[in-house]
């Protein structure tokens, strides 16, 4: 499933840029973060409860960044599994300066398979949007706040 948004955020890119490589900011604002933890250089192992319509479990997860091109983006690949299932992805996020505005571009390949696939189908798309609309969104706000 293809999955792609974009954001404008009221803050220097270098903020932006700053947040989006902050593990602290990464699992506070990801949708069912329980941990995420160093696991290398630009990776982390997290644990992530995800809910499916009536399908919840729990997943073991690697994150990683690479291609990193500082205040203008990187990719980032998941892959997880748990008892309902598999998650694997790789996405592309962008920045692009506007004074001192950003402009956040993301988009990617997600791919969800076992009971929370079966059970979920319909609801899979929606939800795995919803789920990373909410995370640049929650980013966007703390990064507007200054926090």
Request: with cysteine; charged share 25%; hydrophobic share 35%.
């Given at each position: 499933?293809?999955?792609?948004?974009?954001?404008?955020i009221n803050a220097p890119v270098?903020?932006?840029?700053?947040?989006?490589?902050?593990?602290?900011?990464?699992?506070?604002?990801?949708?069912?973060?329980?941990?995420?933890?160093?696991?290398?250089?630009?990776?982390?192992?997290?644990?992530?409860?995800?809910?499916?319509?009536?399908?919840?479990?729990?997943?073991?997860?690697?994150?990683?960044?690479?291609?990193?091109?500082?205040?203008?983006?990187?990719?980032?690949?998941?892959?997880?599994?748990?008892?309902?299932?598999?998650?694997?992805?790789?996405?592309?996020?962008?920045?692009?300066?506007?004074?001192?505005?950003?402009?956040?571009?993301?988009?990617?390949?997600?791919?969800?398979?076992?009971?929370?696939?079966?059970?979920?189908?319909?609801?899979?798309?929606?939800?795995?949007?919803?789920m990373a609309d909410k995370f640049f969104?929650?980013?966007?706000?703390?990064?507007?706040?200054?926090?």
């Open positions: 499933m293809k999955l792609e948004g974009e954001f404008s270098e903020r932006v840029w700053e947040m989006l490589n902050d593990p602290a900011v990464i699992a506070k604002h990801l949708p069912g973060c329980d941990s995420l933890e160093p696991a290398g250089d630009d990776a982390y192992a997290a644990v992530l409860t995800i809910r499916i319509g009536p399908i919840k479990g729990t997943y073991q997860a690697k994150l990683a960044l690479s291609e990193k091109r500082p205040n203008e983006g990187y990719t980032l690949s998941i892959e997880g599994s748990g008892k309902p299932g598999f998650v694997k992805g790789t996405g592309q996020v962008r920045l692009v300066a506007e004074g001192g505005t950003t402009r956040l571009a993301y988009s990617g390949d997600l791919q969800i398979g076992g009971l929370i696939a079966r059970v979920g189908q319909r609801m899979i798309g929606g939800i795995s949007r919803q969104a929650g980013l966007g706000a703390e990064a507007e706040a200054g926090d």
